[in-house]
């Protein structure tokens, strides 16, 4: 057995980690998962790195162990375990079966004394043998043979410990963690130990007599009366710790070697459990032979690559079926401005087509253009955004998409954490065909298209388009079911095209702006830099938190707020606590502030500007937010800021194309408020709208119990942090924390406005109960979000769960609204063929590039369509605003 592998993994201790470092996850069915999900991660990535030949995971036995009968208060502070957690242990002992791998556990011993005996076991054996776990307590069994890997940042990293490191960072052989363990005990097992020893003095005692037994005999040359004294009356304290911190390495467990050896997985079994779970990447873990042995004839995707020759025959096809799936192939992830590499299409009777672009695409542009803009031919896709930009590229503006299978996928699980059609073929179709992440790799090493060979490319290609026509009908059904045809339909679909086009525009950039603003920043830099140092009586740098918390707190001598393991903290809620202690505190916060803008927003975006039109076109996501509210990347346009006016100034670098060009910003005024007035029902909120008086006040009228006429303009803002704060489910605590008031003082607002506006409560009430009973709360457009936390026993849990049932058709509705605004607005513009155009939707606001000659007609555009785009128990406001700057328009 020389040189063969022994891992033991310590089963409870990685779930507990997993369960702790990821957030709760559950499948559609409510069923928790992240704890399964991290331990299988990091399961998979120990196998691949080190290759065992045989392995085991070790799990505690419920039931008293042989500790407790030696201490009865051994681990009694432990909480319970949240049954979130509770109801993984037997999913992860299923799948642990259905790979091969062997479990042990056993009556009277934890987890970490069966791993101390197999690593004896593995040792007399001439195996290597590697512990696997999150806890400290089995460096005591490292030794030449036997490393120790322990968890660390959540599940994400590794550290490892052999005896020779252990000596090196503490000072210690591992056998002396066991005396050290008997000298500091553990809080978190409930071992005693003798008071006033902490691992430090610990191990100054251990380094300088070796033993417990040899710090009692030099008992008198202990220096320090307060140790002695606590060391002579906890003797006995100190040897029981021992025992029970001792890691038994010999437990009859009675087992032979070779049946740890890893065993064929039962992959059916395997794929089955990771399908249920809605483990989708894990998938990809197993074989292609075993994933699809019951579906060979999806093996082999059949297709065409076909040539110039050949494209009138294609075109007749389309024109005889009236219908065709279509996906573009770009050189990389930048589909913007890469070269365009190829395109599949496909119809239905037919097999895949591929076409490579890469030296053609104005001729195959010109010879499809019509079928694309014909209005009696349907096309169909997945992820169909990035499609429609290449089509635009191409000068094709398309008409009359019917489908597209990543939206579809959205609507009916908005938590789901990819849409790939990979995902789609493994959870409808019962096959795991071509992912693209295998296709290209990723990381440093990942591939461009241009890299692959054409009949690897035109075989993926085959998958998808096959794929989108298979999972049609099925999306479409479950979208009948759900009631979500309208939304789909109305909104979500022709959304596709309206954010295809906002991404192909994009923003014009004043880069001399962005230098003036840049410099001026850099100025205040310099200049703020000058007098921190100034204050602090030295120079250092700043943005260490280190070297800032030494100045603080050592030098400076203020007052503590919070410590973090590398020292003292100096974040937003330190220093915001400091501020009026000491003038460099300011002084800092605002160099924070500044150095941010600077680098975030003058630096960030100068990288970001087309160098060939001075625009930059940022990624609208469709697909990310659970409440349908749409997100941009590179850049994020929801974070350019609004708040301060230094923020607010970057918004002067937006500009429009040239001077026959204006901005047109149309902002719905308190649109959530309004939402919530109408789904509450509530009739003091629908008359105050109505009668468009200020909600703010009104509400500080009813909080504060004063008329509006007495309303300052302290309570007003504080109301309005009410208003909006119920909206969100705010609490006490936050609200407190928000308005810096007391929690007493919150709680009374909260419970002024609760009784003022009873049928708010009321909603409130409702909707946590509808989400409990049917797992899931809707919009107004029965836009869907499941909850699986209103089932959980752990109360943060819960509570969170209970906050996300009555924002989300709020918050979720606002965004219905505004997409079907923008919808509208997109298509007036276009059948009117105005120049003016769409570029840019941010929160409640969406800005308009016009042409001044037609600024008064997209005005009056905006302010029809925005206001009556549904029918609300309240009236819809819209505030419009006209600048030659986005910073004007606000």
Not at 529 to 537: C, D, F, Q, R, V
Not at 570 to 577: N, Q, S
Request: hydrophobic share 35%; proline share 2%.
């Amino acid at each position: 057995m020389e040189n063969k592998k022994l891992i033991v993994i310590d089963g409870s201790s990685l779930l507990h980690r997993a369960f702790y470092a990821l957030p709760l996850l559950s499948t559609k069915d409510g069923i928790y998962t992240n704890g399964v999900y991290g331990f299988l991660t990091m399961l998979y990535k120990i196998n691949e790195e080190y290759n065992p030949d045989y392995l085991c995971v070790a799990f505690d036995k419920k039931g008293p162990t042989f500790r407790h009968e030696e201490f009865d208060q051994y681990k009694a502070n432990r909480q319970s375990t949240p049954s979130e957690l509770v109801q993984q242990f037997p999913i992860l002992k299923e799948i642990l079966k259905a790979m091969g791998i062997s479990q042990l556990e056993l009556d009277g011993y934890e987890a970490d004394d069966i791993a101390g005996t197999l690593a004896k076991v593995g040792e007399e054996e001439s195996l290597n043998v590697t512990l696997v776990t999150g806890d400290r307590d089995y460096l005591q069994l490292a030794s030449d043979k036997t490393r120790v890997l322990i968890t660390k940042k959540g599940i994400t990293e590794l550290e490892e410990f052999n005896e020779e490191k252990i000596v090196k960072e503490y000072g210690i052989t591992p056998k002396q963690f066991i005396d050290l363990k008997g000298l500091m005990g553990d809080k978190s097992d409930n071992i005693p130990g003798v008071p006033g020893i902490g691992e430090k003095t610990g191990l100054k005692l251990l380094k300088e007599y070796g033993t417990i037994e040899k710090v009692y005999e030099n008992i008198d040359n202990i220096r320090g009366k307060k140790l002695k004294e606590s060391l002579i009356e906890n003797e006995s304290i100190a040897f029981l710790s021992r025992r029970l911190g001792e890691i038994i390495i010999n437990v009859p467990i009675n087992i032979q070697m070779e049946e740890l050896k890893i065993k064929e997985s039962n992959w059916e079994k395997l794929k089955e459990l990771y399908e249920s779970l809605e483990f989708k990447s894990l998938i990809n873990k197993i074989p292609t032979e075993h994933i699809n042995s019951k579906d060979e004839e999806h093996n082999s995707y059949e297709y065409n690559i076909i040539q110039e020759e050949s494209y009138q025959l294609l075109v007749e096809k389309i024109i005889e079926d009236k219908k065709f799936a279509f996906k573009f192939i770009f050189e990389d992830e930048n589909y913007m401005k890469s070269r365009i590499m190829g395109v599949g299409i496909k119809t239905s009777n037919d097999m895949a087509n591929y076409i490579d672009l890469s030296d053609n695409v104005e001729i195959f542009a010109d010879k499809f253009k019509f079928v694309f803009e014909d209005k009696d031919i349907e096309k169909i896709g997945h992820n169909l955004k990035l499609d429609l930009v290449g089509l635009l590229r191409l000068g094709i503006e398309i008409e009359n998409y019917t489908f597209d299978s990543m939206i579809g996928q959205y609507l009916i699980n908005p938590a789901q954490s990819s849409y790939s059609i990979n995902d789609l073929s493994s959870e409808y179709l019962n096959y795991y065909g071509i992912d693209e992440e295998e296709l290209l790799g990723k990381g440093k090493g990942k591939k461009k298209y241009s890299d692959l060979k054409i009949e690897e490319v035109a075989h993926y290609i085959s998958f998808t388009l096959d794929t989108v026509f298979k999972v049609e009908h099925i999306i479409k059904g479950l979208l009948e079911s759900q009631e979500m045809v309208n939304l789909y339909y109305d909104v979500e679909l022709p959304l596709v095209e309206v954010l295809a086009s906002m991404e192909f525009i994009g923003f014009k950039i004043d880069l001399e702006e962005l230098k003036v603003l840049g410099k001026e920043y850099d100025n205040e830099i310099e200049k703020l830099t000058k007098e921190i140092y100034e204050l602090a009586g030295l120079e250092f740098n700043i943005n260490s938190p280190k070297q800032l918390g030494e100045i603080l707190f050592d030098r400076l001598s203020l007052p503590v707020i919070k410590k973090t393991k590398t020292g003292y903290s100096t974040d937003a809620e330190v220093l915001d606590k400091l501020k009026n202690q000491h003038p460099i505190v300011n002084n800092i916060l605002r160099y924070r502030q500044i150095v941010k803008l600077k680098s975030t927003y003058i630096d960030g975006l100068m990288t970001l500007v087309d160098k060939d039109t001075n625009r930059i076109h940022s990624s609208f996501n469709q697909t990310i937010t659970n409440t349908g509210r749409i997100s941009s990347t590179e850049p994020n346009l929801q974070n350019i800021p609004i708040k301060t006016e230094d923020g607010r100034k970057i918004r002067k670098a937006f500009v429009p194309e040239n001077n026959d060009y204006l901005l047109v910003d149309g902002d719905y005024s308190q649109i959530e408020l309004r939402v919530l007035a109408h789904i509450s029902k509530d009739s003091k909120l629908i008359d105050a709208f109505k009668h468009n008086e200020d909600i703010h006040q009104k509400t500080a009228s009813e909080v504060f119990k004063v008329e509006k006429e007495e309303v300052t303009s302290l309570m007003r803002s504080r109301a309005k942090a009410v208003n909006f704060g119920i909206v969100y489910g705010i609490s006490d605590y936050g609200l407190s924390r928000d308005l810096n008031i007391s929690r007493k003082e919150a709680k009374e607002y909260i419970e002024n406005y609760l009784e003022n506006y009873d049928l708010v409560k009321k909603y409130m009430e409702d909707i946590v109960e509808e989400g409990k009973e049917k797992g899931y709360v809707e919009t107004i457009l029965n836009r869907r979000r499941y909850i699986p936390e209103l089932k959980a026993k752990n109360f943060n849990v819960k509570s969170f769960g209970e906050r996300i049932a009555m924002n989300t058709p709020i918050q979720g509705s606002a965004a219905d609204i505004i997409k079907m605004a923008m919808v509208k607005v997109y298509n007036e513009l276009k059948s009117r063929k105005l120049k003016s155009r769409l570029i840019l939707q941010v929160h409640d606001e969406l800005i308009i590039e016009a042409t001044e000659d037609e600024v008064v007609k997209v005005k009056g555009i905006m302010k029809n369509i925005m206001e009556n785009s549904i029918k609300l128990a309240v009236p819809l406001k819209v505030d419009l605003k006209v600048g030659e700057s986005w910073y004007e328009t606000k």
